[in-house]
T-cell receptor
Framework: NAGVMQNPRHLVRRRGQEARLRCSPM?????VYWYRQLPEEGLKFMVY????????ESGMPKERFSAEFPKEGPSILRIQQVVRGDSAAYFC???????????FGPGTRLTVL | DQQVKQNSPSLSVQEGRISILNCDYT??????FLWYKKYPAEGPTFLIS?????DKNEDGRFTVFLNKSAKHLSLHIVPSQPGDSAVYFC????????????FGTGTRLTIIP
């Protein structure tokens, strides 16, 4: 049973470009969470999605960031007009239901030049 | 406001001895706690969890203790092995419709052979 998959593993963008991060949850998991880890910090919650629904986006910046989890395909975290402060590791986690353990993917390391 | 705190950024322990990692929290609404282990350039791996109705949970070499009155939990690893060298994150969650995990800043554990 494959774990949570994220791609790309590394992404380099120039300021002002768009970053698109993908997450495929574990088989049988319909709940997806995105977290961000800045250097030397813990992981910070961004958004929680179920298929076609955003359940909680309280941790996501109001501007430039969006997330989706379509009926078919991976969950996408999209960052428009990236700035240097967006450089971080972005982790996706999935679970079978809202109280189940969250299992994490390997992360996407975004570097903004 | 750091609701989950890991006050020791690093810890070194001799192989074969006990490793004790500590975590404090301030939010009295937290009622489920987890420990994750993270290697460099990888995602967090779930280790063990504990519900607030318990004060101890054991899984092999790993035991988590919860002291609700002190808002403190600890992870004991015994005996410590070189492969245990990693960053350990404590995480907490409430259990009434709020699925997001709140993480501590992590403790880097180094096992000395």
């Amino acid at each position: 049973n494959a774990g949570v998959m994220q791609n790309p593993r590394h992404l380099v963008r120039r300021r002002g470009q768009e970053a698109r991060l993908r997450c495929s949850p574990m088989k049988g998991h319909s709940h997806v969470y995105w977290y961000r880890q800045l250097p030397e910090e813990g992981l910070k919650f961004m958004v929680y999605l179920q298929k076609e629904n955003i359940i909680d986006e309280s941790g996501m910046p109001k501007e430039r960031f969006s997330a989706e989890f379509p009926k078919e395909g991976p969950s996408i975290l999209r960052i428009q007009q990236v700035v240097r402060g967006d450089s971080a590791a972005y982790f996706c986690a999935s679970s079978t239901d809202r109280v189940d353990t969250q299992y994490f993917g390997p992360g996407t390391r975004l570097t903004v030049l | 406001d750091q609701q989950v705190k890991q006050n020791s950024p690093s810890l070194s322990v001799q192989e074969g001895r006990i490793s004790i990692l500590n975590c404090d929290y301030t939010n009295s609404m937290f009622d489920y706690f987890l420990w994750y282990k993270k290697y460099p350039a990888e995602g967090p791996t779930f280790l063990i969890s504990i519900s607030s109705i318990k004060d101890k949970n054991e899984d092999g070499r790993f035991t988590v203790f919860l002291n609700k009155s002190a808002k403190h939990l600890s992870l004991h690893i015994v005996p410590s092995q070189p492969g245990d060298s990693a960053v350990y994150f404590c995480a907490a969650r409430t259990n009434f419709g709020n699925e997001k995990l709140t993480f501590g800043t992590g403790t880097r554990l180094t096992i000395i052979p």
